[in-house]
């Protein structure tokens, strides 16, 4: 049967009530009788022995009858022990004779021997029943104790297991609620009881199991979810590197395994801190210089990689990042094929076609024989056409030569004037033909700087070239050059429409136009320029906006 833990608490309140009540009742039920037998001692002998004495003291004076009488009567309702009714009759017939003769000696010592007897027997009644009431008294006090040592054992066993009856499971559930909270699932109440917290720890161990299996189902879906991811990564073509936003490596596929020369013991887990002082690729995958294409040399193989980064991230933002590694080696070749391809037809395309230049001009020389104004008209616009074709072709080669990294540099000191100078005269009748007004400005005390003449010039009638073909009749173009730290700042700054913000940043990237540039050009110009400044150690950029004109520069470093 199941005992509630209410009902035990109940039972044993009211068994302590009960023994408190036991105790208090015994005693006052021994008091009471005691006080009781006390009483009834004082009414039943001492009245006795007062009419006894009483009736002496009347023998004693002879003209006491009445009191004497009054005493007897009294005496003869008060009898109580044994011998007690006898003797009292006894004196009732001695007094009766000697109220006829009351001068008789015998008769008086007969009524004194009389009361005596009836006096002895009442204080033998006292010494018995004094003998007998403390006989009670010490058989009250001995239940009255035996019941307190009852009752202090009762209460001493309840002062001693009551706290720990209730504390204990408590604290054992405490714990168990603790460890559940540190994520020990394992964690089990063992409590045999039948009451309230033995349905409190089935409780909790049912709560425990259910998140046990809950945690294990989840953590076969993680490994599961794992195993599906690691395979993802481990099957992809490219080499793939995993770091969380701590820079501790998540994982790398055995493509990257192969390319750091590392096990993967020593990459996953680990910290980049560490990997890049222990793999000089490592530390390369890490830096700007990574961004552009890359060679490694594979089995004794030179391969080709270009690197892209992409943030890992989930609903609470970024929370690490991919690095992976594409083997462009195919392209690269393909690439150079195309490279040697373009040298190859610009440069046999630039000798015919440089011929029929000349050809032209031999038509226009009217020694040749006049032509008439539509002849003429068509020889001008065959040689424009000629020259485009020129020009593209070179940009081709440029191009070519910038691609196969054959740029053919003849670095000196340059004062920044010569170029300049230049540029300028190369692009005055262009910019006549528009009515452009170009000039050129230059800091005080310009120092010389770092390049190749040649080819600071290109870049510069490249820029001048592009203001005028952009910029409205009349406009105004500046060019200036600059000293800033330990670099030149040439920049050539026109009125024309400008270049929205958004398309910026492709403005520098081969056979980008700007959509809706009219299709006169290749789109090649500044990309080669950018190539031919930084192979000199310089940098390009623009600032642009619609409207506002547009300011290319470049900087150069100082001689
Ligand atoms: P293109 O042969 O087309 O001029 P470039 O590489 O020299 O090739 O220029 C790329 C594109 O940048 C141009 O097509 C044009 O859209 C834009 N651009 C270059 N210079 C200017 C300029 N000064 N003002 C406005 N747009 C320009």
Not at 193 to 207: H, L, V
Not at 265 to 272: A, L, M, Q, S
Not at 356 to 361: E, T
Request: aromatic fraction near 8%; glycine fraction near 6%; proline fraction near 3%.
């Amino acid at each position: 049967m199941t005992v509630k833990l209410k009902t035990k608490i109940t039972l044993g309140v009211v068994f302590l009530f009960t023994l408190l009540l036991l105790v208090g009742g015994t005693g006052f039920f021994y008091l009471n009788k005691t006080i009781t037998e006390q009483h009834d001692i004082l009414k039943d002998n001492y009245e006795t022995i007062d009419y006894t004495r009483n009736m002496l003291l009347a023998l004693d004076s002879s003209h006491e009858i009445k009191e004497f009488e009054k005493n007897l009567a009294g005496q003869e309702k008060n009898i109580t022990e044994k011998g007690e009714g006898a003797a009292t009759s006894l004196l009732r017939d001695h007094f009766n004779s000697y109220k006829i003769h009351p001068d008789s000696p015998e008769l008086v010592n007969q009524l004194r021997h009389d009361i005596n007897r009836i006096m002895q027997i009442n204080l033998d009644a006292i010494i018995d029943k004094n003998k007998q009431l403390g006989q009670k008294a010490d058989d009250a006090t001995f239940i009255i104790a035996l019941l307190l040592t009852l009752c202090a054992l009762v209460g001493f066993s309840f002062v001693f297991n009551f706290p720990g009856y209730i504390a204990d499971p408590i604290a054992k559930l405490t714990k168990g609620i603790k460890a559940i909270a540190g994520k020990e699932y394992g964690q089990r109440i063992h409590l045999t009881r039948k009451d309230e917290f033995g349905e409190m720890a089935a409780a909790f161990n049912q709560m425990a199991e259910e998140l046990d299996r809950y945690e294990h189902s989840n953590l076969a879906k993680i490994l599961f979810e794992k195993q599906r991811a690691e395979t993802v990564i481990n099957s992809l073509k490219d080499a793939s590197i995993g770091i969380d936003k701590n820079g501790t490596v998540l994982f790398a596929n055995p493509l990257a395994l192969q390319l750091l020369s590392l096990a993967e013991i020593d990459v996953v887990g680990k910290n980049v801190s560490l990997l890049e002082k222990q793999n000089d690729l490592f530390r390369f995958l890490l830096s700007e210089e990574s961004n552009k294409p890359f060679k490694i040399v594979l089995d004794g193989k030179e391969q080709f990689f270009s690197k892209e980064t992409a943030d890992i991230s989930n609903t609470e933002g970024t929370i690490g990042n991919l690095i992976v590694l594409k083997n462009i080696t195919p392209y690269k070749a393909l690439d150079v094929a195309k490279t040697n391809f373009i040298a190859t037809v610009s440069h046999e395309l630039k000798t015919p076609l440089a011929s029929s230049d000349f050809s032209l001009k031999l038509l226009e020389d009217e020694r040749v024989g006049p032509l008439n104004t539509e002849q003429k008209e068509l020889v001008q616009h065959l040689k424009t056409d000629n020259l485009r074709l020129l020009k593209v072709l070179s940009e081709l080669l440029d191009l070519s030569q910038v691609e196969s990294g054959k740029i053919l540099l003849h670095i000196t000191e340059v004062d920044p004037r010569i170029p300049v100078q230049r540029a300028i005269e190369t692009v005055t009748a262009a910019a006549q033909q528009k009515q452009a007004v170009i000039e050129s400005s230059f800091s005080e005390n310009l120092p010389a700087c770092k390049g190749d003449e040649e080819k600071i010039a290109w870049v510069l009638i490249n820029f001048l070239t592009n203001a005028i073909k952009y910029s409205p009749e009349r406009g105004k173009i500046l060019v200036h050059v600059s000293n800033e730290d330990d670099t030149l700042v040439f920049s050539v700054a026109d009125q024309g429409k400008g270049i929205a913000t958004e398309y910026l940043p492709r403005i520098f990237e081969r056979f980008y136009q700007v959509p809706g540039t009219e299709k006169t050009g290749t789109g090649l110009g500044l990309s080669i320029s950018k190539e031919f400044i930084e192979a000199m150690g310089g940098t390009t950029g623009v600032k642009s906006d619609m409207n506002e004109g547009s300011r290319f520069y470049f900087s150069l470093p100082v001689a």
